[in-house]
């Protein structure tokens, strides 16, 4: 509309509720058994799909390949992850000649496929191997990706 109205938020609502215990209940198909916060947070992350790609349209990966050209300005590493517990982050470290370039943290939801991603800069002078690696928040390697940046005089 025109004229939005402002969203009123009562504070009072919101910590009272925050100050109650909260308690997850998630049923097995093989039992009734109820599981606890610290039984979910123990689950953990499932790396389904990894690539890099030139770019994200409607969160789906557009042009995705393991050769670049130095030209390519941007280029984005797109995940799926399942996560059946509680909200977890993850984070995605790109190197470049195994140098770290720049870490990309994030949470994700709990969800079947969550798609995500995170975007590097490419210079043209950083030709070479490149790879990032998909890590949760125990530091444990989920998974990893390589890719090479190629100059245009080369590739052709």
């Given amino acids: ?11 009072n609502v919101i ?7 909260l308690k997850n209940i998630i049923k097995d198909d093989n039992s009734n ?5 610290d039984e979910l947070k123990k689950k953990k992350l ?3 799909e990894i ?5 994200i349209y409607k969160r789906n990966p557009v042009k995705p390949g393991n050769d670049f050209i130095n030209t390519v300005d941007t280029l984005f590493c797109y995940t799926k992850i399942s996560n059946s517990g509680l909200k977890k982050q ?3 470290v790109w190197f470049y000649e195994n140098k770290e370039m720049t ?20 210079m043209k002078n950083q030709i070479g191997k490149w790879r990032v690696d998909v890590i949760d928040g125990n530091d444990e390697v989920l ?3 390589s890719f090479n940046v190629n100059s245009i005089n080369s590739a052709f």
């Fill in 15 to 21: 910590n009272n509720i925050s100050s109650k215990p």
């Fill in 143 to 145: 998974g990893s990706i």
């Fill in 90 to 92: 993850v984070k995605h």
């Fill in 51 to 55: 690539m890099i790609c030139r770019d």
């Fill in 103 to 122: 870490t990309v943290r994030y949470n994700i939801k709990p969800s079947f496929n969550y798609r995500s991603w995170s975007r590097k800069k490419i």
């Fill in 33 to 37: 058994n109820e599981k606890s916060n």
């Fill in 46 to 48: 499932k790396l389904n």
């Fill in 1 to 11: 509309s025109k004229n939005p109205k402002p969203i009123i938020i009562d504070t």
